[in-house]
């Protein structure tokens, strides 16, 4: 399969600073409000790639200052860790897979997702070991049909079983018929990931643009199956879906509303920015978070990305049933929920209200 990775517009660096410059007239309101002292919150990100981008530029900003929060960000290391995290009181708010907070819901540790940040699952890229590219599997289904030196089948790496990545991919080789036909592992994050399939651990690794730009750039791997393509997506999912969201527990949202609505506020402002400024401004906010992953690899997963991104942060009835047939099967073990069981509407409203796209 050819990739699409294609070469972006050559255009001067923009860095951080030079963002935040130019976002001045924003620090200037914010100073113009009544002095408050800062609440202290702490968020929460599976691991470093641009697909958790309007949680980096909330930060990089200072849309959180500008809400009165004093924030911090912090990685888990995966989606399922990245729950843990928030079980247990440790993080405040989160930005993962829908499905996390509908877990979380079932185990008696009620969630609500406030906002969804895309409309198509963006990090879906099979990536394939180069030498067995160079061997002829060159499409998912010679892949699975593959098996390895010791006769057992092929191994797909993800960043954790369970999280974004398996859920999603795992019902992608479901109803194209591939079930069962690979071993899941979980590899970690971006690091260990690119290392998996580098050193052959894995025969597939699934993740973002990033990650491609990355195994295809140094020669190790290449681009087997995209999954984030809108006419595979449409193919099985059949239309747009709140694949991320920002989520917190019940009962911070019971404990503190003010703080919880200041969250909302500050990520969908990042939403809206995110959507109205070019890879390389988005580039230049969230660079720090990104280092792991190369300049030109982070310009391709922003751009794709952001193609996919969902700047109203609200989520609708007909979206969430899409997602159902994912997120309520055997493999997830999640027990079927309303969808406001596991969404507090208010809070993306509200945040709408104050900040209209």
């Known amino acids: 399969m050819t990739s699409p990775l294609t070469s972006l517009p050559k255009v001067s660096v923009l860095t951080r600073r030079h ?63 990245t729950r843990e995290i928030i079980a247990s009181g440790q993080g405040d708010f989160a930005l993962a897979d829908f499905v996390h907070p509908m877990l979380l819901t079932n185990k008696g540790r009620p969630c609500k997702a406030l906002t ?17 590219y160079a061997q002829g599997i060159t499409d998912l289904a010679k892949f699975v049909a593959w098996k390895r030196p010791d006769g057992r089948k092929p191994l797909v790496g993800v960043s954790s079983i369970g999280g974004t990545t398996h859920v999603w ?48 750039r140094q020669g190790y791997g290449k681009l087997l199956y995209d999954g984030s393509d809108p006419q595979n997506w449409d193919s099985v ?37 995110v959507d109205k400024h070019d890879p390389e401004e988005i580039y230049g906010a969230i660079e720090p978070f990104v280092g792991s992953t190369s300049r030109e690899s ?9 193609a996919v991104g969902n700047p109203a942060g609200l989520i609708d009835q007909a979206a969430f049933d899409r997602g159902a047939k994912v997120w309520f099967r055997e493999m997830t073990g999640v027990q079927r929920l309303p969808l406001d069981a596991v969404y507090a509407a208010r809070f993306a409203e509200a945040a709408a209200a104050k900040y209209p796209a």
């Open 116 to 132: 969804a940040v895309d409309r198509i699952g963006a990090g879906l890229q099979f990536m394939i070991r180069a030498d067995l």
């Open 19 to 81: 963002v935040v410059t130019a976002l001045g007239a924003s620090a200037a309101l914010a100073g113009s409000r009544a002095a408050r002292a800062a609440s202290a919150a702490k968020g929460i990100y599976p691991v470093a790639t641009c697909s958790y981008m309007v949680m980096f530029v909330a930060q990089g900003l200072g849309y959180f200052k500008d809400e009165g929060l004093d924030s911090r960000l912090v990685q888990g290391g995966s989606g399922v860790k």
């Open 298 to 306: 982070n310009l391709i997963e922003i751009k794709s990305t952001k």
């Open 169 to 216: 991919s795992s019902y992608f080789l479901e109803k194209l018929g591939y079930d069962g036909m690979v071993t899941w592992l979980g590899v970690g994050n971006v690091d260990t990931m690119l290392g998996s399939l580098k050193t052959k651990q894995v025969d597939v690794l699934i993740n973002t643009y990033s990650l491609v730009g990355e195994v295809e």
């Open 237 to 273: 999912i059949g239309g747009t879906v709140p694949v991320t969201v920002n989520y917190c527990l019940q009962a911070r949202i019971e404990r503190d509303p003010a703080l919880v609505q200041a969250w909302t506020n500050a990520v969908m402002r990042a939403g809206q920015w």
